[in-house]
């Protein structure tokens, strides 16, 4: 199988969307992508653009790479006929199950029936999502990790009805990337959310019980356990609606109590602090380079 040759469909243009396509692209795989929404597509593309330019300035990529990876990058809003020419989707929508439920139930209407569908979900069932297709041997979870350009991680999940051919073609695909696939089964949270997400989840719940403050807590574990990023800056990375998602779907699955997400975490997500993508989380991110604690935040609890 010439996967070099396959055209590529990424559905969102969010930060993995368009950092999945970043990263297809640079390896001369032709994409499309698709978002529903203009100025979300516009920014998706400028961001790829922006961190373009961050390669050429580390030396890794010359300004002619730049040109010729953005030159295999086709935005596109019809998703009929984005979908028509494609032998593998990328769905990278936002981590809702009605949202991928819609998504799903589209590009296997609109698509060749030997196409591979694949989603980017951090936590949703690969068998739930194939149950809403036709081709159940045909989905496949493919979870990259944040960034995407740079992380060599990407989390491959059968479901129950995933044929070994549709992994093993991932599985090569993923190392064309110059990337690691490592092979999950089909639980809530897989295995890196199913463990990072009780990770930060408790270490919100230490601060709103008032253990220790949030500089100290993320302190603590950069320090003591060698982790590049505390665990509430981590968070606030994700973005704290994601984490929240997230935790509902463990929480749903297992129906253990362990995975209740913090109070704080919910409050927090109803009243707009989302981390990153807001500029305030459980930090003030409008100086990314000079991270202070939300001072808000800690005037409300």
């Known amino acids: 199988m010439q996967v070099q040759k396959k055209q590529l469909l990424i559905i969102g ?24 929404n203009s100025s979300s597509l516009q920014k998706g593309l400028q961001q790829i653009s922006t961190n373009l330019e961050r390669q050429i300035s580390k030396g890794s990529i010359s300004v002619s790479d730049k040109e010729t990876i953005l030159a295999n990058i086709t935005p ?6 984005a979908c028509a020419t494609c032998d593998l989707v990328i769905e990278a929508v936002p981590e809702v199950l009605e ?3 819609e998504v799903f139930q589209s590009i296997d209407k609109y698509c060749k029936p030997e196409t591979i569908l694949a989603s980017n979900t951090s936590s949703i069932s690969i068998t739930k999502l194939a149950s809403f297709t036709n081709r159940p041997d045909k989905v496949v979870g493919m979870h990259f990790m944040n960034p995407v350009p740079i992380m060599p991680l990407v989390e491959i999940i059968a479901g129950l009805k995933t ?3 549709t992994v093993e073609t991932i599985q090569a695909l993923t190392r064309d990337l110059q990337k690691t696939p490592v092979h999950t089964n089909d639980f809530p949270g897989f295995i890196s959310n199913r463990i990072l997400m009780p990770m930060i989840n408790e270490a919100i719940y230490s601060y709103y019980e008032g253990v220790a403050g949030i500089a100290e807590i993320d302190q603590i574990m950069k320090l003591g356990m060698a982790h590049p990023m505390g665990p509430l800056q981590l968070a606030d990375y994700i973005g704290l609606d994601i984490c ?8 749903e699955g297992f129906k253990n109590p362990k995975y209740a997400p913090c109070p704080l975490l919910t409050n927090m997500v ?11 989380g459980f930090y003030d991110w409008s100086d990314p380079k000079n991270l202070q604690v939300n001072k808000q935040l800690r005037r409300n609890l």
């Not at 243009?13 to 698709?34: C, D, E, K, R």
């Not at 109803?270 to 305030?280: D, E, P, V, Y």
Request: aromatic share 10%.
């Open 244 to 251: 929240l998602n997230i935790m509902h779907v463990l929480y």
């Open 270 to 280: 109803q009243a707009g602090f989302l981390g990153n993508k807001s500029k305030s």
């Open 13 to 36: 243009s969010g930060t993995m969307g368009n950092g999945i396509a970043h990263s297809f692209a640079q390896y001369q795989f032709p994409v499309l992508l698709f978002d529903s």
């Open 163 to 165: 044929s070994e051919r």
């Open 76 to 81: 596109i809003q019809d998703l009929e006929k």
């Open 99 to 101: 949202i991928k439920k």
